[in-house]
């Protein structure tokens, strides 16, 4: 255990309001196996070993009732932290950040969020759906639960979401404006939010929206290694195997589990 609780992985099987395509529910298993695959060794970029007894722990995926679903992940959620371990979330479709931040407002008030992501998912409400995978920042930023949002990567922007973006106070960092690591430097508990469709699609063609012009898989590891501020936990949302090819978009999404991981541990 590190000093500011271990790392624990919870799969979230959830892809009922994804606005497009399903899928997404099928990831935790495969970016699990690809996470354990004896194809490259336990050591991070960063020097942590994830092999270590205690590194990091696995909790599993929540069982969820679609019905219930959002209640089941902020109380699974809500329970790591309360146990003190630092929640890393296997998605499972963008809108459950939503639902699992709220768990992390109770408990890290001042949150900063960092966004990686092609889209600002700030809809006030998306085909009827204000839980939408397009909606969880507006409900998140009108609710009050962090204190600053900072997106990166973003390259859908539309007058609507440039307006909730002003709105919000959003910290928007479009791709034209990369890099800026600069940006990625906090003071309080930190959470970071990875959606897989801010990689061009060249790097991670896995993903229910591709979306060209993206980051590279160097540029991903590079801001995630930037961040400055104690990170709490996190998730890694939208992996779509069912528009995967040959699995390369689990074994990326693995990676940047695994550095994820490997920044919360080293520097604990
Ligand atoms: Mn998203
Ligand atoms: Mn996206």
């Given at each position: 255990m590190t000093a500011k609780g271990t790392p624990v992985l919870i799969g979230i099987p959830f892809d009922a309001?994804?606005?497009?395509?399903?899928?997404?529910?099928?990831?935790?298993?495969?970016?699990?196996?690809?996470?354990?695959?004896?194809?490259?060794?336990?050591?991070?970029?960063?020097?942590?070993?994830?092999?270590?007894?205690?590194?990091?722990?696995d909790a599993g995926d929540l069982e969820l009732d679609e019905r219930d679903a959002f209640a089941a992940i902020e109380a699974g959620v809500g329970t790591m932290l309360d146990k003190g371990k630092r929640p890393v979330s296997l998605g499972g479709d963008h809108s459950i950040t939503y639902t699992i931040v709220k768990a992390f407002a109770q408990r890290h008030p001042e949150l900063t969020i960092f966004h990686f992501d092609a889209h600002p998912d700030l809809y006030e409400e998306f085909e009827g759906n204000r839980l939408s995978h397009a909606c969880p920042f507006a409900r998140i930023m009108e609710a009050g639960l962090a204190k600053r949002l900072v997106q990166v990567g973003i390259r859908t922007m539309n007058r609507h979401q440039r307006e909730q973006a002003k709105r919000f106070g959003v910290e928007v960092v479009?791709?034209?404006?990369?890099?800026?690591?600069?940006?990625?430097?906090?003071?309080?508990?930190?959470?970071?939010?990875?959606?897989?469709?801010?990689?061009?699609?060249?790097?991670?063609?896995?993903?229910?929206h591709r979306e060209p012009g993206g980051i590279s898989v160097r540029q991903a590891i590079g801001n995630l290694h930037a961040i400055g501020g104690e990170i709490v936990g996190a998730d890694v949302v939208e992996y779509n195997p069912v528009q995967d090819v040959a699995g390369v978009t689990a074994t990326v999404a693995a990676k940047i589990v695994k550095e994820l991981l490997g920044k919360m541990i080293g520097e604990a």
């Open positions: 309001y994804s606005s497009y395509l399903r899928g997404a529910a099928e990831a935790p298993a495969k970016i699990r196996e690809a996470l354990r695959c004896d194809t490259s060794n336990s050591w991070t970029e960063l020097g942590v070993d994830l092999g270590a007894a205690g590194a990091y722990e479009e791709m034209l404006a990369l890099p800026a690591h600069d940006k990625l430097k906090a003071v309080g508990p930190v959470y970071v939010t990875f959606d897989m469709d801010v990689l061009d699609p060249a790097f991670a063609p896995g993903v229910s």
